[in-house]
């Protein structure tokens, strides 16, 4: 530790850490679940842990773009899919494995994203997700329609497993902690974006974006940055189903598959990590634990997610608890020891 | 000499109608300006002229020797101009701090390279430590620390307009561009303000107020300028201006 870590930044504001709670869930992810799940040795349980944590990851990247900047994002399942597809046809036409797949799906649905942003930037409110809407549609009837390249409606097989640096992972235990890693580690650094003074840039866009330029925050270029980096995100997420369930197809990534990311996002708590993270698992665990009452599951799916948006319209966690959560239990903020209260609550960001 | 803020036969029309013409004003380094003109005479026209919130047609504007019309508002405002608004814009759903943090990170912008990996080394650490200084010093100067965990939206109006000249402070600016701070606020309160804007301008800041409360702009202004249908029609001391006979027209109207 040098002199300034110890510092206070200004009178009132000093360092605080916090780590129990974040050793508690990397327990719970590396050590616990993993234990479970080879105690049961199912591997449909494997599936669904897998799946979770995929839908985790692209909930939290549509919780950057639409949470925090606010943008509304109605295409993210395409480039999800630009991710997935980028995976499969590497691994099937140059013999690529996961090691190399994995940042270049990220980087392929980034440029993607960057090239369509070029000109949808300057659109505002309705008419950006209508535009995110065309272009979730026109990714998805490329990956239909182009038979030759993406083999159409037929779907990709992706012949390899997970693989790092050549070293094999894809024991059914192996597939689940590259994914559990990819997840946490992507995760973290959308943490990073979103509770930081980046990440408060962001916010002013979601809150007043005139107001924020006037603020000096460069607003269009902001803005791009966090549907690219968004979509870098998603592109991760695709490279691992690929690799996890081996084969596929446009089907996974239509609109339908948007709008259920952007529900977890919504029951979760727009502008709230944790709340993505929670309403993710919420809407795949849900109807995989309703399996039982059979057609009826779907019924209270909706219900579930009518009843949460009606009784909580902020989110089973919304953006305020959120971000005192994150700034009491993480270490993320600044212990301010200042007139505005003397227990030590985070403030600002470290 | 220069002078700090240089507008020089500035206008902008809307459809048919002149907003502002042909407008030639200074504001001098440390000077405390008003800008004062009947509703409609174009003053907060001329404020989104200088911040780059609307585009000119016609004329330039220069700021510390650099012609700055044409820039973005956000470029104008990192050359040290910085603003506050007529009908009081704050970031509702964002921590009193939050709000603050958002001019600080303006001035000095982390990036998402140094939102990722500030952590990690030590420029990375300092940026996110100066931010947070340069927002705790803002609030500390208009007197919010005590709310700077609140919402925004939940503080009362008054508070709100301190919340957003200190939103305007963090960015440290040469130049503070304030758009009618006084309305809404009772006479205490008015009072109170006045005597902040005085002392923002002690400290060295040169500041330009658009006020509807005369005795507001009378009071603390060193020189004053009048705009009535987009055009200057006077510019100097209060004490000039009070007597001056195209003021007293424009203000109260003159029988045929």
Redesign the interface.
Known sequence: M?A??NAA?????TRRRGLLVPALILLLVFAALPALLAGFDKGYFYQIANLALIFVLLSASMHLVTGVAGLLHLGHAAFYGVGAYTAALLTSKLGLGFTVTLPLSGLVAALVAFLVALPTMRLVSIYFAVATLAIGQMLYLVMLNWVDFTKGPNGVIVSKGFELFGFSLSGRLGAYYTVAAVVTLSVI?IG??SH??????L??IR??D??????????VRLKM?AFT?SAFFAGIAGSLWAHMTGYISPGDFKFSESILILAMVVVGGL?SLPGAVIGALLLILLPEGLRALGDFRNIMVGLVMFLSILLLPKGLLG??SA?RLVRRQLGAA?R?T????GKG?G???? | MTHLLEIRNVSRRFGGVQAVGDVTAHVNEGELVGLIGPNGAGKTTLFNLISGFTPLSGGTVAFAGRTISGLKPNQVARLGISRTFQNLRVFPNMSVFDNVSVGAVGALPQGAFGALFGGLHRSGRDRSAEISRRTWEALEAVGLTHVAAELAANLPYGQRKYLEIARALAMRPRFLILDEPAAGLNDTETRDLAAFIKRLHGQGLTVMLVEHDMTLVMGICQRILVLASGRKIADGTPDAIRTDAAVLEAYLGVDE
């Open positions: 040098n300034f870590e930044p200004a009178d009132g504001l650094a990073r974006l930081s003074y980046y990440g408060n840039a916010r002013s809150e007043d005139q107001c924020a330029d006037a603020m000096g925050v460069s607003t940055e980096l502008g953006e305020v971000l600044w301010n200042g007139p505005a209260n609550e403030i600002g960001w470290r």
